[in-house]
């Protein structure tokens, strides 16, 4: 008979992989492995088990094939019709609620959150500062679809709308402004490996030098900023200076870049109008 220990062992995977793939597809957790690691399992287990494991091998993502991934605390769910959520972009959420917390509490602030993909960014946005407003967009109506669920899973006051960049929003004005586009240059290699080869490269590539999709927001930006207003872009860790001139040509003001927890450049903003509060860190 055939135990979780020994799938593990012959799966050619790292550990980690290993028992989270085994323990999905026995309907358990992780840490029920600890205590069960040389238990015999049926042999419709067996072929459960090998069937995931294989396709992992194949190069499938651990996140697609158990439908989830952690993301600010939040179990959120996954599939091939969005990218996959990865802790750097922890980071925007992070620079977002710092922003909200300086909001005078007699206020509502409107946040919107572009590109929303699995809603990842707005939900966590909504769940941290309850008081705020939280508008969401995307163009994949699939994507759509996951934020969706992924709100009311979490009970996240989102409202979601489909449509390309500001476009659902026409008329409106937002306090913060936060995007994760796609910041990926068409013909980086970086493209064919790895889990990049099974996400939706919608949300991947952005033209030839990866930054078509944030020169669309920051050129559109100030229509729907309040006075004030904060935009923040995460981009790619070699990017931050060529955003930084964008933010300044678009005549945003206080312009900044924060490093993600690995010391790379991955969000940069401004502020949008007449400046008065305190400055961003640079």
Do not use: K
Not at 5 to 11: M, R
Not at 62 to 81: H, I, K, S
Not at 165 to 175: I, Y
Not at 217 to 233: D, K, M, P, T
């Amino acid at each position: 008979m055939t135990t979780p220990a020994e799938l593990v062992a012959a799966s050619g995977l790292p550990r980690l992989e290993g028992e989270v793939l085994i323990a999905h597809a026995l309907g358990a957790q992780r840490s029920w492995l600890t205590g069960h690691r040389h238990d015999p399992l049926a042999s419709e287990q067996v072929g459960a088990c090998e069937s995931l494991l294989a396709r992992r091998r194949a190069g499938e993502p651990v996140a697609y094939l158990v439908g989830g991934r952690e993301f600010f605390g939040l179990d959120l769910r996954v599939t091939p019709a969005v990218l996959i959520p990865r802790p750097e972009t922890e980071l925007l959420v992070e620079l977002a609620l710092a922003e909200l917390a300086r909001v005078p509490h007699q206020r509502t602030p409107r946040v919107l959150d572009l590109a929303t993909g699995s809603g990842a960014v707005a939900i966590a946005i909504a769940v941290h500062a309850p008081r705020a407003q939280v508008f969401a967009s995307d163009l994949s109506p699939q994507a759509l679809a996951i934020a969706v669920d992924n709100a009311a899973r979490h009970r996240a006051r989102v409202d979601l709308r489909q449509g390309d960049w500001f476009a659902p929003f026409a008329g409106e004005r937002f306090a913060l402004v936060v995007a994760n586009p796609p910041y990926v240059a068409a013909a980086d290699p970086h493209l064919a490996q790895g889990d990049l080869v099974h996400e939706p490269r919608l949300a991947l590539v952005a033209g030839a030098d990866g930054l078509e999709a944030i020169r669309a927001i920051v050129a559109q930006a100030g229509a729907y900023l309040e006075e004030s207003g904060l935009l923040l872009l995460e981009h790619g860790h070699e990017q931050g200076e060529a955003c930084r001139a964008l933010l300044h040509s678009a005549g945003l003001a206080e312009v900044s870049t924060w490093c993600d927890a690995a010391g790379h450049e991955r969000v940069s903003g401004g502020r949008w109008g007449n400046v008065g509060g305190p400055a961003a860190r640079r």
